[in-house]
């Protein structure tokens, strides 16, 4: 049976009229009133199994009740007093907390903010500032935020580059190792060299390296489509910045916090970056990011060049130190690495049934699962993707697509093993009935970036 949305789409079709288009991804008219641990209850009050965690936003689960009774506790004491002037007793031990977490044994320091966008912009600032130089690297399909500064070092899609231009000066975007663009026979090496190439031909003939401050990569692209970069690359890459003295960042801010199967995803590559972003999951949702990096390049802006009235808010900073907490003693970095190869195994499987799942992409708890037209015929299924999302959007499962054609799979991490088993059946479902042509989608509406 499927789902029924009526009070949802009434709503939505209301809120239409104050709304701007702007401020959000078409991809079904629900909206929500209650989360608990891996689950969601709507307006008509279906209950869903959650495979998007808010966009790796509820790691540790929808309303945790540790995050919940800090935010209780904290609203009592003290809403709001800026650190931008003053400080308030949390602001410490959460710096604390974030510079023995994030990878590098050196002296580090830690900036706050309120989005993954301003980290991922406060990071040019401290890389021009520290380095003395102008231009940062980033690349292909990468997503940093929609910030200026942000939206200039991403490179996804291009409603995020129409009518808003001139953007950000001196960032610049190479192309990211696709592993669809392997060629025959091509080892890891080769094809990492293959692409490293472009930095080379780039130094040598338009970008002179003295001149680039920083390169800033996700170690695991999200929005891009979940996609690790492959491990010869990133410490090829970062050689390269050593040897040049080019500045190693990383955005963390959809990857991090256990969400992988590590801490952070740069611990795949047992690397310590200079400068390290994070968002999302920070708070457990509330508006907090961080930016932690060597002291040295923290302390190459004097304020106010990265300050903010409300970063680093008091109940912020406690749902933080909850979600730290949680994160710790329900070990969640080992469960996403446990559960996620259990659902890797479970959609390989899928995949020998189904022969328009070309690939099964799964770091923890993280995954993307790439849909192609048919087996003979490997180009990207858009409509398979969107069929499949719909599909489970009206069976109880929240999953959405990335790059058009991959599917998302972010639960939160306490999800649970019969949680996981629910939504694969009802995923296998949806696989079924589109090989059926049982899903008709409503053309008249958009879907997706």
């Known amino acids: 049976m499927s789902y029924s949305h009526l009070k949802s789409e009434a709503y939505i079709n209301e809120e239409r009229q104050y709304f701007a288009p702007t401020g959000r991804i078409q991809y079904a008219d629900i909206g929500f009133v209650k989360g608990n641990g891996a689950t969601l209850t709507d307006m008509d009050g279906n209950t869903y199994i959650d495979l998007l965690a808010s966009a790796s936003v509820a790691n540790v689960g929808h309303c945790h009740p540790k995050v919940v009774n800090a935010i209780k506790k904290q609203a009592e004491q003290l809403v709001h007093n800026t650190p931008a002037y003053f400080t308030h007793n949390l602001v410490l031990e959460l710096q604390k907390r974030l510079t023995n977490i994030t990878p590098g044994q050196f002296p580090k320091k830690v900036i706050f903010g309120n989005s993954g966008s301003d980290a991922n912009d406060g990071m040019i600032k401290y890389a021009r500032a520290y380095t003395g130089r102008q231009n940062i690297i980033t690349f292909t399909d990468a997503y940093h935020g929609s910030t200026f500064g942000a939206i200039t070092e991403s490179a996804v899609s291009l409603n995020m580059r129409r009518n808003m231009g001139p953007f950000v000066p001196g960032i610049y975007q190479l192309p990211f190792p696709d592993e669809n663009e392997k060629l025959p026979q091509e080892d890891e090496i080769a094809f990492s060299e293959r692409y490293l190439d472009h930095f080379r031909l780039a130094f040598r003939t338009y970008l002179p390296p003295e001149e680039v401050a920083a390169i800033l990569i996700e170690p695991i692209q999200g929005d891009g489509g979940i996609r690790q970069l492959p491990f010869y690359f990133v410490k090829e890459l970062y050689a390269l910045c050593q040897e040049h003295g080019i500045l190693f960042m990383v955005d963390e801010v959809n990857q991090g916090l256990a969400r992988s199967g590590k801490m952070w995803s740069i611990d795949h590559f047992d690397i310590a970056p200079d400068l390290l972003a994070t968002g999302k999951s920070l708070a457990a949702g509330l508006p907090l990011s961080a930016i932690v990096g060597r002291a040295e390049i923290m302390n190459s802006l004097p304020a106010p060049g990265h300050c903010f009235t409300t970063a680093g808010n008091p109940i912020c900073c406690a749902a933080s130190l909850a979600t730290l907490d949680i994160i710790e003693e329900e070990e969640l970095m080992e469960k996403s690495a446990c559960d996620g190869e259990y659902v890797k195994a479970k959609l390989q499987a899928m995949q020998e049934?189904?022969?328009?799942?070309?690939?099964?992409?799964?770091?923890?708890?993280?995954?993307?699962?790439?849909?192609?037209?048919?087996?003979?015929?490997?180009?990207?299924?858009?409509?398979?993707?969107?069929?499949?999302?719909?599909?489970?959007?009206?069976?109880?499962?929240?999953m959405i697509t990335l790059a058009g054609n991959i599917l998302r799979f972010q639960p939160p991490l306490v999800i649970t093993r019969e949680e996981l088993d629910r939504a694969l059946s009802l995923l296998e479902a949806a696989f079924k009935a589109y090989r059926n042509g049982e899903i008709v989608l409503d053309t008249n509406q958009p879907i997706g970036w």
């Open 353 to 398: 049934v189904y022969p328009f799942i070309k690939r099964v992409r799964m770091y923890g708890l993280n995954g993307g699962i790439e849909l192609v037209v048919e087996e003979n015929n490997q180009s990207a299924n858009t409509d398979c993707a969107n069929k499949v999302m719909t599909y489970l959007l009206n069976h109880g499962v929240i």
